[in-house]
C-alpha cells in the first residue's frame, strides 16, 4: 500500500481506538481520507487527551496549579509548574498547542520530577498523549 493508504488507515484505526468519529473526505487516487479537527487552544487540548485517554481506561486527573480567591481569602493550589494532568500510575502530561512553551516554573517543576524519577511529557495532542501513555505503560 501507499504512503496516503497508511496514513488513512493508521488515522482510521487512532479514530476507532479512541472512539472519535471521524470527518471523510475522498483523498487522492480514490483513498478516503480521514481528516481530524485540531484544536488550536490549550484547554480544548486537554479536554480532548482527557476524554481520549479516559476512553481506554486510563485515570486521569487535571491539576490546577497557583492561587485563587475564594470568598475573601486565597486557596493555594499545587505548586507553580506542576503539569496540567497527571495519569494515575504512569506520570504526568503537559498540555501545549502547537506553540507553546515551557515558561520557567514549568521547566523547574519537569527537571525536580525527572531528579526523582517521575515521567512527564509534554503533548500537543491526543494522538501524541496516547502514544506517550502506551509507550509509559509498555516500558512498566
Known amino acids: 500500500r501507499?504512503?496516503?493508504?497508511?496514513?488513512?488507515?493508521y488515522l482510521v484505526d487512532l479514530c476507532a481506538y479512541c472512539g472519535v468519529p471521524p470527518r471523510n473526505m475522498d483523498g487522492h487516487n480514490g483513498v478516503t481520507m480521514t481528516v481530524l479537527r485540531k484544536p488550536r487552544l490549550e484547554g480544548a487540548i486537554q479536554?480532548?487527551?482527557?476524554?481520549a485517554l479516559e476512553r481506554l481506561g486510563f485515570l486521569v486527573i487535571r491539576l490546577q496549579s497557583g492561587l485563587v480567591r475564594f470568598r475573601g481569602s486565597f486557596i493555594h493550589l499545587?505548586?507553580?509548574?506542576t503539569p496540567d494532568l497527571m495519569?494515575?500510575?504512569?506520570g504526568f502530561l503537559e498540555c501545549?498547542?502547537?506553540?507553546?512553551?515551557?515558561?520557567a516554573d514549568q521547566v523547574a517543576w519537569h527537571k525536580r520530577a525527572a531528579e526523582l524519577g517521575e515521567r512527564v511529557?509534554?503533548?500537543r495532542s491526543g494522538r501524541q498523549a496516547i502514544?506517550?501513555?502506551?509507550?509509559?505503560r509498555r516500558d512498566k
Open 96 to 103: 501545549k498547542t502547537a506553540r507553546g512553551k515551557l515558561n
Open 47 to 51: 479536554r480532548e487527551i482527557v476524554d
Open 87 to 90: 495519569v494515575v500510575g504512569f
Open 121 to 123: 511529557a509534554v503533548v
Open 131 to 136: 502514544e506517550t501513555v502506551l509507550m509509559w
Open 78 to 81: 499545587a505548586p507553580k509548574g
Open 2 to 9: 501507499g504512503c496516503t493508504d497508511v496514513f488513512a488507515a
